[in-house]
């Protein structure tokens, strides 16, 4: 999947308030939490969805105004993304000893010796 960091940005945005029960999410509230201009969120939301990866669906409670949904596709997408971060977390950890990771000095403490 070719994504820029912006548009994996705003869709992990989309697909956490969903999975977090976050509720309704329109384009302002994108706009707010990623503090991203107007004009940049469109441009992204509109590639997202030629992509596939959202879907805009009118409001119920306002015609004027388009609810921001994940698709199954972008579903899939991000479990993946989590899968692969878990791992290179994993991957990065195995190389440090227990030992270093609960008893390594502080940068404070190294200053006092």
Known sequence: MDLTQSQLRVLLCIY????NGG????QKDIERVLML?????TGI???????GLIERKVAFSDSRHKEIHTTE???RLAIRLGELRREHEK?????????LLYTS?????MRRS
Request: net charge neutral; glycine share 6%.
């Open 23 to 26: 509720g309704r999410l329109f």
């Open 37 to 41: 201009s107007n004009p940049a969120v």
């Open 105 to 109: 000095p502080s940068p404070r403490d």
């Open 45 to 51: 939301v509109q590639r997202l969805e030629s992509k």
């Open 73 to 75: 596709k972008s579903r």
């Open 16 to 19: 956490e308030n969903e999975v």
């Open 91 to 99: 991957m990065l950890m195995d190389g440090i000893s227990d030992c």
